[in-house]
Structures are given as C-alpha cells and as structure tokens.
C-alpha cells in the first residue's frame, strides 16, 4: 500500500457561526487534502488494474498479474472508503458536539 | 514507513515468483511438446537473479505499489540445457525430467499463491477492523 | 499469448502430432499384409516427421516453448520385403510375393511411445491448469 504520508493536523475548525453546509472538509493542507490524494491513488489503482486485465485479454500479460492488480486496486478501494467512513463519522460526532 | 515498503518487497517477490514459476511450467511444456521431434533440445528458463537478490533489490527500489506489476515483468531467457544424454534422433528431452519441473513449478506457484492471499486477507482484515 | 494460454497450445499442438503418430502406425499394422494397394503395388510403410513449431516462439515475443507440428508423413522407402508362396495371386513367377515393408513388432514400439508422449502432454495440460485456477484464486 502507498503509504499515507503524516496525516497533516486538524483543520481549524471554524466556530459554529458558518452554516454547517459550507463547512465540509476541503480546507487545503487538511484531510480534503489527504482524502484527494488517497482517491488519486484508488484511480491509478485502478487504472493499472484495468491495463493489467487489458494485457492479459490481449495476450501480453499474464493472468496472476491481472488478479494482483485487481486486488491491489479493490483493497486501495477500500481502504480509501474507509477512511472517508471515519472522516464523516467524525465530523458528524463534531457536529453533534453540544456546545 | 519502512514496514509498508518491507511488504511491498515480499509481495513483489512473492509476485515474482509466480511469474517465474509460470515460465518454467511454458518451457517444459514447451519441451514435452517436442518428446519425439528429432534434434530437438531441452531448454530451460533462465533468470537474471535468484530471487533473494531480488528481495534486495526490489527493497530499494520501490517506492510504491505502481511499480511492483512492472517489476515482474522481467521476461525470462531460455537457454539450452548441458549434460542431457540424447538419444539416437539427437532429442534429449527426458519424459520425467520435463513432468518433475512441471510439478515443482505448479507447487512454487501455488506456495506463492497462498501467501500472497494471505497477505492480502491481512490488509483486507486490518482495513476492515477485523470484521 | 500470455505464457500459460502459449503452454496449452504447445501441449494441446503436441496432443495433436502424437495422435497422428499413432493413426499413422494403426494403419500401417493393417497393411502389414496388404500386397496390393491402389497402384497396384504393395502397401509402403508410412512415418511422421515431426517438427518444432517456432510460431509459438514469435507469438511469446520470447524464444522457448515451441509446439510441435507434424511437417510430413512421408514413405519409407526400405526395399518390400520378399516372401515365397507360390500359391498368393500377386506372386511372382518365381514364386515369390512383394509385402509391404512394414515392421509390426517396430510399429507397436511407436504407438506405445507416442501413446506415452500423449498421456504426458495431457498430464501436462493439467499441471497448467492447475496454474491458471491457482491464478483466479487470487481474486478469492
């Protein structure tokens, strides 16, 4: 797995003036961030996946190679959902947070 | 995240190995295909590492997942092999030699298989917080 | 063709030649007393020469597993063999009767080693299968 480089620290979060429809996190530097890259990471995943499974129809490649790709790409997946699961949940927990 | 790369270099070796193991099952396919074609030699493939060598290798060299496809991709040459006996039409292929490397072959592969499964049920297990 | 899906047809392209090795020898035993054939000559002994088959080779973009072709069934052509029954129609005035230059006892040796050559070809294609399955697995 690509290795998630230092989670970067929390967004400050803004005080519950804004209105919580704008305050979804996409702020620069801050999980928006990391979550860009990791969904980056599951489209190339899944990209070479896709050449994997393109080769080994085609002939050029080899069928085990195809299947390695494949999971590489489903447990990137995963793993990326994951994360975006922990993500909401968290900001949801925030957003319950009486105040 | 030195463990991360550290299994990265397992599984591109594990992958490695299956790929290995699927040349040498093509080439003694290749040679039971010709038990009867006269002067026909036995040949063998051939790679330019063993595999702990690779280990290191690919250990230094990898820095993401994207290269470990490429990394098994190393085509393998194919060599002739010395010492055979032939036999009166100049063949030397050995029936059994042939069948034996095709049997180590399938168990090298499937070894590798397994583990590589087993590698990826782990992760599967971690990001799924064993569920 | 990926690696495996080459192997089969190496396999599956050897199955083939072994099959006709052993036709080829079915039919010369049947004619080992054939004296009079379309030409009016005695049944000739037929062989199979096999060849490696380097298309393969191409197609891997790799040199090594060849497949196996039959590139000729040809005639022996071994002097007939010489019989004296003065009492067979196609007797000389001698005598003696032309057989076709057929060997059984060498003849039941090729079909046992191309029989044996199938089965392990066929073995063979089994082992790769195994790999292929072994493949899908990983998708398990």
């Known amino acids: 797995m690509s290795p998630i480089s230092a989670i970067p620290s929390l967004p400050s979060i803004s005080p519950s003036t804004g209105s919580p429809s704008t305050s979804a996190p996409a702020g620069a530097g801050g999980f928006g961030e990391a979550l860009t890259k990791m969904i980056n990471a599951v489209e190339q995943s899944g990209d070479s996946a896709n050449t994997a499974v393109e080769q080994m129809l085609s002939g050029t490649g080899e069928v085990h190679d195809a299947m390695i790709a494949l999971q590489r790409a489903e447990l990137s997946l995963q793993l990326t959902v994951q994360v975006r699961n922990k993500l909401v949940q968290a900001y949801q927990d925030i957003m319950r947070m009486p105040v | ?131 | 063709m990926s690696t495996l899906n080459n192997a089969i047809n190496a396999s599956a392209s050897a199955l083939n030649a072994e099959r006709t090795r052993i036709e080829v020898a079915v039919s010369n035993i049947a004619n080992a007393d054939s004296t009079r054939g379309p030409d009016g000559k005695p049944y000739r002994r037929r062989d199979v020469v096999l060849a490696a088959d380097h298309a393969f080779d191409a197609a891997l973009g790799q040199a090594g597993v060849s497949g196996v072709k039959v590139a000729a069934v040809v005639e022996d052509q071994t002097p007939f063999k010489r019989r004296y029954d003065p009492s067979h129609p196609d007797a000389d005035k001698d005598g003696f009767v032309a057989m076709p230059n057929v060997d059984t006892p060498e003849e039941m040796v090729n079909m046992m080693t191309a029989s044996r050559a199938y089965q392990a070809n066929l073995t063979a294609i089994g082992l790769i299968r195994e790999l292929v399955n072994k493949s899908l697995e990983l998708g398990k």
């Open chain 2, 1 to 131: 995240m030195s463990d991360i790369n550290n299994d990265s270099a397992i599984m591109a070796a594990l992958g490695r190995q299956m790929t290995q193991a699927v040349a040498k099952q093509a080439v003694a396919a290749g040679n039971l295909a010709n038990l009867d074609t006269p002067n026909y030699r036995t040949r063998e493939a051939t790679f330019d590492d063993v595999l702990n060598g690779e280990m290191q290798k690919v250990k230094m060299t990898i820095t993401d997942q994207h290269q470990i496809a490429s990394s098994a991709q190393s085509t393998p040459k194919t060599a002739e092999v010395d010492g055979l006996e032939s036999r009166r039409d100049g063949n030397n292929v050995q029936l059994d030699r042939e069948l034996l490397t095709m049997t180590k072959a399938a168990a090298d592969f499937a070894a590798a298989q397994q583990a590589l499964s087993a590698k990826f049920r782990l992760i599967r297990f971690a990001i799924n917080e064993g569920r």
